[in-house]
């Protein structure tokens, strides 16, 4: 017997995650601009920039298929 597979978030939340994570992805994203345009090669840390960087890449990610769900394609 199969069972059905159904989404471990309610349909309905589907447009305020979009909404929430593309949001805390573009702020992150800018955050990360803005570091990188204000501090100097000598006094920069890698592990700053990567850690911003990747943390932004997976809400802008989250927030992309939130909006594809929203959007009615389901991926």
Do not use: C, D
Not at 13 to 32: K, N
Request: charged share 5%.
């Amino acid at each position: 017997m199969q069972t059905a597979v159904s989404s471990p978030v309610p349909v309905a939340w589907y447009p305020a995650l979009a909404v929430l994570t593309v949001a805390v992805g573009l702020m992150l994203t800018a955050s990360f601009f803005i570091y990188e345009a204000t501090s100097s090669t000598r006094s920069g840390s890698l592990a700053k920039e990567i850690t911003t960087a990747a943390v932004a890449s997976v809400f802008l990610g989250f927030g992309s298929l939130f909006v594809l769900l929203a959007s009615g394609v389901y991926v």
